[in-house]
T-cell receptor, first 113, second 112 residues
Framework: GAVVSQHPSRVICKSGTSVKIECRSLDFQATTMFWYRQFPKKSLMLMATSNEGSKATYEQGVEKDKFLINHASLTLSTLTVTSAHPEDSSFYIC?????????FGQGTRLTVV | GNSVTQMEGPVTLSEEAFLTINCTYTATGYPSLFWYVQYPGEGLQLLLKATKADDKGSNKGFEATYRKETTSFHLEKGSVQVSDSAVYFCSLTSGGYNKLIFGAGTRLAVHP
């Protein structure tokens, strides 16, 4: 079946630095990918829709200058958390659709210290 | 806007007990409905889905029926196992590009 791979699975960074998370569709092309954030014991909040070859579409309340999304190819989308702060610590998950349904990456646990 | 409401957890059951996790939704149009499961330390996996009214999705002994008249998609399993312990998310497609809207999630703990 279709696989979405996310890397890294865990990352610890210092406050003020930037972190890049990759999301790859391994055996299908995805013109659209989605980035979610999951707070502890909470649901997934859609952050943005990543569109191949064009700008990402951000949900209300999500800072586009802080969460930079690049979708340079049909199999790769990246989320860069810029100038990270402890409140950005969270579980970030990407997803992509092939014909049906959505497949999710394994998630990235970001800890900002 | 579209939304999903799930029963609050945690739900704690003994092995072989009957499980129901309630899910209701608000949506315009005709969304597809899904249940996703998240095992400890892992990402989400699709459990089952239904794409139109009266469809029943089923997988691994779980089932849910798309009820348009009650705007519900309750998850059921006749006999749970310890391995079913996980967080279950009800969701629907919303808007263009198949955006998924999730409920808050219900944590299920099954004890031997």
């Amino acid at each position: 079946g279709a696989v979405v791979s996310q890397h890294p699975s865990r990352v610890i960074c210092k406050s003020g630095t930037s972190v890049k998370i990759e999301c790859r569709s391994l055996d299908f092309q995805a013109t659209t990918m989605f980035w979610y954030r999951q707070f502890p014991k909470k649901s997934l909040m859609l952050m943005a829709t990543s569109n191949e070859g064009s700008k990402a579409t951000y949900e209300q309340g999500v800072e586009k200058d802080k969460f930079l999304i690049n979708h340079a190819s049909l199999t790769l989308s990246t989320l860069t958390v810029t100038s990270a702060h402890p409140e950005d610590s969270s579980f970030y998950i990407c997803s992509a659709w092939t014909a049906d349904p959505a497949f999710f990456g394994q998630g990235t646990r970001l800890t900002v210290v | 806007g579209n939304s999903v409401t799930q029963m609050e957890g945690p739900v704690t059951l003994s092995e072989e007990a009957f499980l129901t996790i309630n899910c209701t939704y608000t949506a315009t149009g005709y969304p597809s409905l899904f249940w996703y499961v998240q095992y400890p330390g892992e990402g989400l996996q699709l459990l089952l889905k239904a794409t139109k009214a009266d469809d029943k999705g089923s997988n691994k002994g779980f089932e849910a029926t798309y009820r348009k008249e009650t705007t519900s998609f309750h998850l059921e399993k006749g006999s749970v196992q310890v391995s079913d312990s996980a967080v279950y998310f009800c969701s629907l497609t919303s808007g263009g590009y198949n955006k998924l809207i999730f409920g808050a999630g219900t944590r299920l703990a099954v004890h031997p």
